[in-house]
């Protein structure tokens, strides 16, 4: 779909539900060519748009944003000095200042992101009426704002920590304004959390973690079980809570991109070019042709290594040793790819604000089609022989079976919402970056036959979904990888290298970088990671080369709870596979 | 062939070797078939002599205990070492002689075998951690399983060779040149997937896996350290080594030693040696090959070993 499209699209939803919510909608603009920004007069006013939107235009909630802005009013006083900018900015005509509240909403239809704001003015107290009874999947966003923020979502049953521990200090809160990020905190030891009790004869609880063996983050997990059997399973996680969004209010622009590549190492890629989309889209800068093309490679050979690793650690999982080593010999090739076209084996350091840092070379990209074509034929030929292993079959089919309608409730995204017949993939449904050139049909093709699949077995959502979801993605993935570099090739060919040199304009664009920025703007940025769709969200200071919030939202955030649903029923020794199976990041999580 | 019952200092000597070797390669058997693992899965994998040098590293290092456990946590290693010790002793290798051979009744190996695990799952109850609890209660469904199924197995073999004592089974069969008897081939796979599951091979247990929540064995040993640790794993091959020992020794005898002369003593030893390495090889190639059953899928497999020595019993009477 093209920009003008949405825009239509855009302004018709704009005189909807203008006309509907006449009297409580203070603004309603749109920005960054498909955000549509509704700033509305108070929270309950804003709660019936934000019901509107999920019933009525069938939203998803893809992430809530909390912000802290209430040492910003002076800013209004200065106004004259912004006014050469005539665009809509939500925070300067508003009229008073407070915490606001961001609901954004994506439709996955038409390429639109409904941003609902409401201001709470009321900064001793703030509070705003919770949606978890109509939105299931905001729980945990209320939750993690009532922790960082201390505003509250009145009507919210579950009022416990999630993402400070019991040990940090009562009514401090890290992500508002006055809280110094040196200040050193005294860790309170008196307080302990409450696990859910599960009683009754013959039940058990096992405690696992926080520290596992072999080398992964940490996690909480209690089991209630009775006998092998999994009643419930309770996670806690946030052990190793790096503050990322507190730092990265220290940041400038291009440092926070660094940062942004350390969310979750093995989503390097997928992080950093959401952060960059994020600025670009806010400066309307438009971005190379190739540099796009070397995103999307790079991006796509992140999901390729990422995939395979998963794939070998579900082997790993049920001891089956050669499935797992051909599948780590079949990762280490693309790691090495990726060595040889980026100089980082985990790709680090690919892009930049604007474009790329890196070129590939018109031989790298020779080699990386080899390297794809040789990978391709492996990768099927084994597929074919774990499909024929039976022990390994039996041990994924029906284990740890996530609902359609959990997975719509939570909002979980990715590989894990495919897997149960929820088609959602932000490379179709928003697509940036070179995605919007490539033909994605190939996608939704394989998602019928998957859902087709899925249903004549009855094996909805379950682990051998997730491993065939993972499948197909890496040989669709591998596609892509294809015809970008062909694509690539041919106009090197054409162009006689006219376009080779991504790099060239870098200083140049630096300097016109802060003139394309306005104060306290913000914008979405998106990308589709290997595990789903990771949400980022900018917003800019007052200089505009300093970052006021940066809110991130990986897919890990959304799919955790999901895990807890997935393995009722299923039994104890079963839980590393289902574990293993969902592939959830500690780190992207524990921001 | 009649069965020498005065013991000369020779034959006890003989028997002192071969119970040494059986101590002495136990870890050695060990390595080779991790060795063979890694190879299988394209790794370079450790030393064959690993397991001795990580035995030697426990024996320095020091214990920690719970201070929760009992005398049964800190007795268990010892009891678990020296009844598998005493089943050493019984059971002949590579010559049909065992001077303490008398007293080696099949049904008094299982028993040995049978007290090692009862003090292992006592030991791993005493720690009162929940991962003990669980290596126990798998290890409890999987061994009462199996040790109707070992009986059936070995019955077979007891009826055809008309006796429960290993050394008089083993003098039979060394005699006899090729397996012809379907009950004992249907015996033989009965025992084997026995000999699977008593030493903790993939299709039942992993032993190479971190996963807490996926052991049966490893979840049971996991609180020892040290020199307890060491005797476990030292007595967890020496069992494995006899049982795969019985296992050829009564279904592949050939080339069994029956005299004490130096050159037919040394043809058995290399013999039973090849023998033990091929099976190695054959068990590290399934348990490449397969993953890991399902927990509640292994009785499935125990109950075709079951099936299987009934079969054997069958055919036997037909």
């Not at chain 1, 909630?61 to 006014?83: A, H």
């Not at chain 1, 409904?114 to 729980?139: E, G, M, R």
């Not at chain 2, 030697?56 to 020091?62: A, F, G, V």
């Not at chain 2, 090729?178 to 993939?202: N, Q, Y």
Request: aromatic share 10%.
């Amino acid at each position: 779909m093209t920009h003008d499209t949405i825009g239509k699209k855009i302004s018709d939803y704009k005189s909807l539900i203008f006309e509907k919510f006449n009297g409580s909608i203070e603004k309603i603009y749109n920005k960054n060519y498909n955000e549509l920004c509704i700033l509305t007069s108070n929270p309950e006013a804003s709660t019936k748009v934000i019901y509107f939107i999920y019933d009525n235009l069938k939203c998803r909630l893809v992430t809530m944003i909390c912000t802290d802005e209430r040492y910003i009013e002076n800013r209004l006083d200065r106004k004259g000095e912004y006014n050469n900018f005539k665009n809509e900015i939500d925070l300067m005509d508003k009229s008073h200042n407070g915490f606001s509240l961001r609901h954004v909403f994506s439709n996955e239809v038409e390429d639109i992101f409904f941003i609902v704001t409401s201001v709470l003015s009321n900064v001793d107290k703030p509070t705003y009426p919770s949606i978890v009874s109509h939105i299931p999947s905001a729980v945990y966003y209320e939750r993690e704002i009532s922790d960082m923020f201390g505003v509250i979502a009145q009507g919210n049953p579950d009022t416990r920590k999630l993402v400070l521990h019991e040990q940090w200090p009562v009514n401090l809160f890290p992500l508002r304004k006055d809280f110094d990020i040196k200040r050193r905190i005294k860790r309170r030891l008196n307080d302990h959390y409450e696990y859910l009790k599960v009683e009754g004869e013959g039940i058990c609880e096992i405690p696992v973690g926080p520290v596992h063996a072999g080398i992964i983050e940490p996690g909480h997990f209690r089991f209630s079980v009775y006998g092998e059997n999994i009643v419930n399973l309770e996670t806690r996680l946030y052990y190793t809570h790096k503050g990322i969004e507190k730092l990265a209010e220290t940041m400038t622009l291009s440092e926070a991109l660094l940062l942004s590549e350390r969310i979750s190492g093995d989503e390097s890629v997928a992080n950093s070019m959401a952060y960059c989309q994020a600025i670009e889209r806010m400066a309307s800068i438009p971005i190379r042709k190739k540099a796009t093309q070397i995103r999307t490679i790079c991006a796509e050979l992140e999901r390729i290594w990422n995939h395979l690793g998963t794939i070998a650690g579900m082997c790993t999982d049920v001891g089956f040793a050669y499935g797992s080593s051909r599948m780590n010999i079949l990762k280490e090739k693309i790691m090495r790819i990726n060595e040889k076209s980026s100089g980082s084996r985990l790709l680090f350091g690919i892009n930049r604000i604007g474009g790329v840092k890196v070129d590939i070379k018109p031989v790298i990209l020779h080699l990386i089609l080899d390297e794809i074509t040789h990978i391709r034929q492996d990768f099927d030929n084994l597929v074919k022989s774990l499909q024929n292993t039976s022990s390994f079959m039996d041990r994924l089919k029906g284990t740890g079976i996530i609902s359609n309608k959990d997975v719509l409730g939570l909002g979980a995204n990715g590989v894990i919402a495919r897997c149960a017949g929820v088609d959602v993939d932000t490379r179709k449904n928003h697509p940036y970056s070179y995605y919007r050139y490539l033909d994605l049909e190939n996608i939704q093709g394989i998602i019928d036959k998957i859902s087709y699949e899925v249903e004549l077995n009855k094996r909805k959502g379950d682990a051998l979904s997730r491993f065939e979801v993972r499948v197909i993605e890496i040989k669709h993935s591998i596609d892509i990888i294809q015809k970008t570099v062909t694509d690539i090739l041919d106009k090197n060919a054409k162009n006689d290298n006219i376009d080779s040199d991504v790099n060239n304009d870098d200083i140049l664009f630096f300097d016109s970088l802060k003139s394309h920025l306005k104060p306290y703007d913000s914008a979405l940025g998106y990308a589709e990671s290997h595990r789903g769709q990771t949400m980022h969200w900018v917003m800019v200071g007052k200089d505009t080369n300093r970052i006021f919030r940066y809110k991130i939202r990986t897919a890990s955030f959304c799919n955790w709870p999901l895990i807890e649903l997935a393995v009722q029923n299923n039994i104890v020794p079963d839980f590393p596979l289902i574990n293993k199976s969902f592939d959830l990041s500690y780190s992207g999580n524990d921001l | 062939m009649p069965i020498e019952t005065s013991a000369s200092v020779s034959d006890i000597l003989i028997g002192f070797i071969q119970f040494m070797i059986i101590i002495i390669l136990a870890p050695l058997l060990t390595g080779i078939m991790r060795k063979i693992k890694a190879i299988t899965q394209k790794r370079i994998g450790s030393s064959i002599f690993q397991t001795y040098f990580d035995i030697l590293k426990l024996m320095k290092k020091n214990e920690v205990i719970s201070q929760e456990v009992s005398w049964i946590f800190r007795f268990s290693p010892w009891i678990i070492f020296s009844s598998t010790l005493v089943v050493a002793f019984f059971i002949p290798i590579f010559v049909v002689y065992s001077p303490f051979g008398l007293g080696g009744d099949i049904i008094l190996v299982i028993g040995l075998f049978g007290l090692s695990r009862f003090f292992l799952m006592l030991a791993g109850l005493d720690v009162s951690s929940a991962f003990g609890g669980i290596g126990v209660s798998r290890e409890m469904m999987i061994s009462s399983l199996i040790e109707p199924a070992l009986f059936l197995a070995l019955f077979t073999v007891a009826v055809t060779y008309g006796s429960t004592n290993v050394e008089i089974i083993m003098s039979h069969t060394a005699e006899s040149s090729i397996l012809i008897s379907a009950s004992l081939l249907f015996s033989l796979f009965g025992f084997f997937i026995i000999v699977m599951a008593e030493t903790g091979k993939i299709p039942f247990d992993n032993p190479a896996t971190h996963l807490e929540l996926t052991m049966v064995h490893e979840a049971m040993v996991l609180e020892f350290s040290g020199k307890s640790l060491a005797l476990i794993e030292l007595s967890q091959s020496i069992k494995q080594l006899l049982l795969m020992s019985l296992l050829i020794n009564f279904f592949i005898p050939w080339g069994l030693s029956t005299s004490f002369s130096i050159s037919e003593m040394i043809v058995g030893l290399l013999v039973f040696l090849l023998k033990m390495v091929s099976l190695g090889i054959l068990i590290a190639y399934i348990e490449t090959k397969v993953a890991k059953w399902r927990l509640f899928r292994i009785p499935d497999l125990i109950f075709l070993s079951l099936a299987s020595g009934l079969m054997g019993i069958i055919f036997l009477f037909i």
